[in-house]
């Protein structure tokens, strides 16, 4: 079964602070995406990578940013965080082509910028 | 560009009442489309999906749903909700470039 881990279930951290979110998938997929989740607002994609150092930016890039040095590993970074980004945060995969295979998820990261 | 729209805010049934949750599309060529659900305190997981052939698919959990291309429609149903069916529930649609496009969910209370 494929296994989205993401480092952290809870996050607080302080305005201005850099931060960084760590997913890690243990089925050699190819693609690999950032979704936050916001009450009445579903899940945006942040961005979106299909392989190991390319990266598309999805929906509501602003003010994250996102490294993807291994294939297994996919990072956001909040460059300078602000209140504005208090948000769930969930990572995905897939396998590539995957215009017909689900995306797995992970639990997810409650992150809380004060 | 692409868009889910699903109607319903907010749910409240009790148990073993019918359920039929709405999602609307707005991608007029092929599509491919997903229902998610999402329960308390865990990660989001496929109910069902349909690609392609039977419109009706069926899904884990007693769930269906039902592809009408003429209606831009892909609505979940359920003939007798449970209590453990309280969740959120995401309607999705793949997007060009391998990534999915969601509805904005819709909130299922099942009273006991």
């Known amino acids: 079964d494929v296994k989205v881990t993401q480092s952290s279930r809870y996050l607080v951290k302080r305005t201005g602070e850099k931060v960084f979110l760590e997913c890690v998938q243990d089925?050699?997929?190819?693609?690999m995406f950032w979704y936050r989740q916001d009450p009445g607002l579903g899940l945006r994609l942040i961005y979106f990578?299909?392989?190991?150092?390319?990266?598309e930016k999805g929906d509501i890039p602003e003010g994250y940013s996102v490294s993807r040095e291994k294939k297994e590993r996919f990072s956001l970074i909040l460059e300078s965080a602000s209140t504005n980004q208090t948000s769930m945060y969930l990572c995905?995969?897939?396998?590539?082509?995957?215009?017909?295979?689900?995306?797995?998820f992970g639990d997810g990261t409650r992150l809380s910028i004060l | 560009a692409q868009s889910v729209s699903q109607h319903n805010h907010h749910v409240i049934l009790s148990e073993a009442a019918s359920l039929e949750l709405g999602c609307n599309y707005s991608?007029?060529?092929?599509?491919?489309l997903f229902w998610y659900v999402q329960y308390p305190g865990q990660h989001l997981q496929l109910l069902l999906k349909?690609?392609?052939?039977?419109?009706l698919v069926k899904g884990i959990k007693g769930f269906e749903a039902e592809f009408i291309k003429s209606k831009f429609s892909f609505n979940l149903r359920k003939p007798s909700v449970q209590w453990s069916d309280t969740a959120e529930y995401f309607c999705?649609?793949?997007?060009?470039?391998?990534?999915?496009?969601f509805g904005k969910g819709t909130k299922l209370s099942v009273k006991p």
């Open positions: 990578s299909y392989d190991v150092k390319m990266k």
């Open positions: 349909y690609f392609s052939g039977d419109p």
């Open positions: 089925m050699d997929h190819e693609n």
């Open positions: 999705a649609v793949a997007g060009s470039q391998g990534n999915l496009i």
């Open positions: 995905a995969s897939s396998p590539t082509g995957a215009y017909n295979q689900p995306q797995h």
């Open positions: 991608y007029g060529g092929t599509v491919n």
